[in-house]
Each structure stands twice: as structure tokens, then as C-alpha cells.
């Protein structure tokens, strides 16, 4: 009965530790980077042993890592500890060299004996009739007797603290982490005199973290933060589909600093290695214009297709423009086609938005030089 006890309340402490996060608030950014604040109610039992946060991304920034309480008595963090040494195959192996370990082989036999070695190929034991060196296949089987210490199998924060007293604490945690990132699409389609663009906005948001944050309080800062590093962006694959249909707004538009924020007015799940889109604001109906360009400078023969409209209220939209992917579409009958792409910069309010979108196929230009002056 006593030792039944024991394990009841080490099962305790590893529930405490591992609660998940009561609340979740993401900023991302358009540069491979997030800011992830989560909040958890945690029952110290002993406030002489560390704190421990699971479910954390594993691509974070450790030294950006803030811990405040929220509720009970202040607390002083004498020391911060990110782990990240996961479980894998060859970890386990390389901890148990000089340990014991049991080989099934592919025929079913057993080879119990002390590990010395693991060659690329081949593992070298040392058994109870000699040094043996077993060639390795993906049909043998390992089994070692516990977890190696220092193995975890999720990334973790640790902190020591001095002050902690024994009862119900609500925590704060806060990290940047890279894997995460935003941009833009925009899907027009031209009308038949193409004179006028119906635009659709969204998001897409890429969580490449290492972590999943359910029914999390969303942001999107639009403009460029400037960062110690320079890294290098990365742009995911979107989809190429018009969407005609009328979105009602999902985010709330204000300025922030330098920069623009978009605030996701409900929750929302962002999982792990997962792409999701979002409507930016509601579809709009803009004025445009086309315009044939010849630029020799850039190309000696073809001429340019481009579409041109001023982001104002006058011309049907107003709004600031986060950078991305413009695609247009127009309709050929029945079905829309696509008819070319660009990729804009951050546009603010009544400033102009040129896209190219093609090359002519019919008109051909040639440049000659007729008069010099100097």
C-alpha cells in the first residue's frame, strides 16, 4: 500500500507539471518569428523543486524566455533551464555504451550483453562468451531497460525559484520562437471591360514551431521589425484558388508603432506544420486600369501587361495592404482563368498598386536610337 502511495504522488507531480496552457496569445510576424504568451495555473506542492512548462515550440529563442506570476507571492528565478536533448534511436543507443541492452534478431534469437559500440551498420557487444559484432538490419530489435537520464520527450522549460510558497500560482511564460511567419494573398478577378477588380483578402499563417497552440488569442503585426540577425525568408506554397463569395471581416485593423496590427477578433487552433488561411478584411470592388509597358531596359522585344489601381476609398478600398501574393483571375465564359501574378511590398493608404501581369502576346516592341545630344 505504501509504495502503491509513492507512485500516486509522483503521477501528481508530473500532472503539475505538465498542465497545458490555460490561455494562449501568438503575435507573428512577417519574418520567420513569433512572440507566444501562455498562461497556466499550477498547484505547487513543493516549492523547493524546479518548474517545468512542456508544450513549448521546440525552434525558441531560449534566452528571449520571461517568467512572471501572475497571482500568489513574487518569486525571484535564480536559474533558467531549456531542454531540448529529445528522445530519438541513436540518442538511447549512445547512452547506453557500457550499459546492458538485449538484440533480438531478425530469426527471433536473443543476445543479452553490455554495449560497446554502435559502427555505422553494426553494433559491437560484449556477451557472456565473448566479444561479439552483430551486423545491423532494420528487421533487429533493441530493448533497453529504462528512459537514459536526460532524455525528454517533449521540449521543456525549467526554472529554479527562490520565494515560491506552496499553494495555487498562475504563471505567465513568454518567448519569441522562429518556424512562424505571415503573408498575405489577394485573389482579383477582372471584369469584361477590365475596368474593375473584385477583390478577396486573406492570411496565411505557417506554424512551423514545434508546437500547437489551441484556441489562441491571434495577431499579425505587417511591416518589417529590424532583428539582430538576419535570416533569410521563406515563403510557402499557397493555393491558387478564386474565392468570389462575400467574407465578412475577421480581423480588427490599427496602427501599432511603425507597423500595422491585425487583431483575430475570435480564437483560433494553430497546429503544428499547419498552413491556415483567413480572411483579411471584406471583399471589395476597386476602379483599375490596364496599361501596355515597354521597357527596353528590361526587355529588348516583349511588352509588359500590367493593372493598376490607387488604394483609396474613392476606388473601393482604403485599406493598408500587408505585403504578398496578388493573383488575377478572369472569367472566359462560364469558368474563371487565371491570366498572371505579382507580389506586392507593404502598401499604405492612398498610395498606388501596379501588378504585373504578363506579357503581351500580340504586340512587339523594338527600341532605335534616332538623335544623340550631349
Same mark, same amino acid.
Given at each position: 500500500?505504501? /509504495?502503491?502511495?509513492?507512485?500516486?504522488?509522483?503521477?501528481?507531480?508530473?500532472?503539475?507539471?505538465?498542465?497545458?496552457?490555460?490561455?494562449?496569445?501568438?503575435?507573428?510576424?512577417?519574418?520567420?518569428?513569433?512572440?507566444?504568451?501562455?498562461?497556466?495555473?499550477?498547484?505547487?506542492?513543493?516549492?523547493?523543486?524546479?518548474?517545468?512548462? =512542456?508544450?513549448?515550440?521546440?525552434?525558441?529563442?531560449? =534566452?528571449?524566455?520571461?517568467?512572471?506570476?501572475?497571482?500568489?507571492?513574487?518569486?525571484? &528565478?535564480?536559474? /533558467?533551464?531549456?531542454?531540448?536533448?529529445?528522445?530519438?534511436?541513436? @540518442?538511447?543507443?549512445?547512452?547506453?555504451?557500457?550499459?546492458?541492452?538485449?538484440?533480438?534478431?531478425?530469426?527471433?534469437?536473443?543476445?543479452?550483453?553490455?554495449? #560497446?559500440?554502435?559502427?555505422?551498420?553494426?553494433? &559491437?557487444?560484449?556477451?557472456?562468451?565473448?566479444?561479439?559484432?552483430?551486423?545491423?538490419?532494420?528487421?533487429?530489435?533493441?530493448?533497453?531497460?529504462?528512459?537514459?537520464?536526460?532524455?525528454?520527450?517533449?521540449?521543456?522549460?525549467?526554472? /529554479?525559484?527562490?520565494?515560491?510558497? *506552496?499553494?495555487?500560482?498562475?504563471? !505567465?511564460?513568454?518567448? #519569441?520562437?522562429?518556424?512562424? !511567419?505571415?503573408?498575405?494573398?489577394?485573389?482579383?478577378?477582372?471584369?469584361? @471591360?477590365?475596368?474593375?477588380?473584385?477583390?478577396?483578402?486573406?492570411?496565411?499563417? *505557417?506554424?512551423?514551431?514545434? +508546437?500547437?497552440?489551441?484556441?489562441?488569442?491571434?495577431?499579425?503585426?505587417?511591416?518589417?521589425?529590424?532583428? +539582430?540577425?538576419?535570416?533569410?525568408?521563406?515563403?510557402?506554397?499557397?493555393?491558387?484558388?478564386?474565392?468570389?463569395?462575400?467574407?465578412?471581416?475577421?480581423?480588427?485593423? $490599427? +496602427?501599432?508603432?511603425?507597423?500595422?496590427?491585425?487583431?483575430?477578433?475570435?480564437?483560433?487552433?494553430?497546429?503544428?506544420?499547419?498552413?491556415?488561411?483567413? =480572411?483579411?478584411?471584406?471583399?471589395?470592388?476597386?476602379?483599375?486600369?490596364?496599361?501596355?509597358?515597354?521597357?527596353?531596359?528590361?526587355?529588348?522585344?516583349?511588352?509588359?501587361?500590367?493593372?493598376?489601381?490607387?488604394?483609396?476609398?474613392?476606388?473601393?478600398?482604403?485599406?493598408?495592404?500587408?505585403?504578398?501574393? %496578388?493573383?488575377? %483571375?478572369?472569367?472566359?465564359? /462560364?469558368?474563371?482563368?487565371?491570366?498572371? !501574378?505579382? $507580389?506586392?511590398?507593404?502598401?499604405?493608404?492612398?498610395? !498606388?498598386?501596379?501588378?504585373?501581369?504578363?506579357?503581351? %502576346?500580340?504586340?512587339?516592341?523594338?527600341?532605335?536610337?534616332?538623335?544623340?545630344?550631349?
Amino acid at each position: 500500500m505504501k /509504495q502503491l502511495f509513492v507512485l500516486s504522488f509522483i503521477s501528481l507531480l508530473w500532472m503539475v507539471a505538465h498542465l497545458p496552457a490555460e490561455e494562449n496569445y501568438v503575435t507573428v510576424y512577417n519574418q520567420d518569428l513569433a512572440l507566444v504568451k501562455q498562461i497556466r495555473t499550477i498547484q505547487i506542492l513543493d516549492p523547493d523543486k524546479p518548474i517545468r512548462f =512542456t508544450d513549448v515550440a521546440a525552434s525558441i529563442l531560449p =534566452t528571449s524566455v520571461h517568467l512572471r506570476p501572475l497571482s500568489g507571492d513574487r518569486f525571484q &528565478v535564480l536559474e /533558467q533551464n531549456y531542454e531540448y536533448d529529445l528522445v530519438s534511436a541513436e @540518442k538511447i543507443l549512445s547512452k547506453y555504451v557500457d550499459h546492458r541492452v538485449q538484440i533480438v534478431t531478425e530469426d527471433g534469437e536473443m543476445i543479452a550483453g553490455t554495449l #560497446l559500440n554502435r559502427p555505422s551498420g553494426s553494433l &559491437v557487444l560484449k556477451t557472456d562468451g565473448g566479444i561479439k559484432i552483430l551486423p545491423w538490419n532494420d528487421k533487429m530489435r533493441i530493448e533497453v531497460k529504462d528512459l537514459p537520464e536526460g532524455l525528454i520527450t517533449r521540449p521543456t522549460l525549467v526554472w /529554479q525559484v527562490a520565494g515560491l510558497k *506552496k499553494g495555487e500560482q498562475k504563471l !505567465e511564460v513568454s518567448y #519569441l520562437t522562429r518556424g512562424m !511567419e505571415w503573408h498575405a494573398e489577394y485573389v482579383g478577378v477582372l471584369n469584361e @471591360k477590365q475596368d474593375r477588380i473584385d477583390l478577396s483578402a486573406w492570411v496565411s499563417v *505557417k506554424n512551423h514551431s514545434g +508546437a500547437t497552440y489551441r484556441n489562441a488569442h491571434l495577431k499579425l503585426v505587417a511591416g518589417e521589425i529590424h532583428r +539582430a540577425e538576419k535570416r533569410q525568408r521563406i515563403y510557402p506554397m499557397a493555393k491558387a484558388e478564386a474565392r468570389t463569395y462575400a467574407a465578412e471581416s475577421a480581423f480588427e485593423e $490599427r +496602427a501599432f508603432f511603425e507597423y500595422h496590427i491585425y487583431d483575430l477578433e475570435r480564437p483560433t487552433t494553430l497546429k503544428n506544420n499547419q498552413i491556415k488561411q483567413i =480572411t483579411l478584411f471584406p471583399d471589395a470592388r476597386i476602379a483599375c486600369q490596364k496599361e501596355l509597358v515597354y521597357d527596353a531596359s528590361r526587355d529588348a522585344k516583349r511588352v509588359e501587361v500590367q493593372v493598376f489601381f490607387k488604394n483609396s476609398r474613392e476606388a473601393g478600398l482604403g485599406r493598408p495592404l500587408p505585403a504578398g501574393v %496578388f493573383r488575377i %483571375f478572369q472569367k472566359d465564359k /462560364q469558368s474563371l482563368e487565371f491570366i498572371g !501574378e505579382d $507580389r506586392i511590398e507593404h502598401t499604405p493608404r492612398n498610395e !498606388e498598386v501596379r501588378l504585373t501581369v504578363g506579357k503581351s %502576346f500580340d504586340l512587339v516592341g523594338e527600341r532605335r536610337v534616332v538623335e544623340r545630344q550631349k
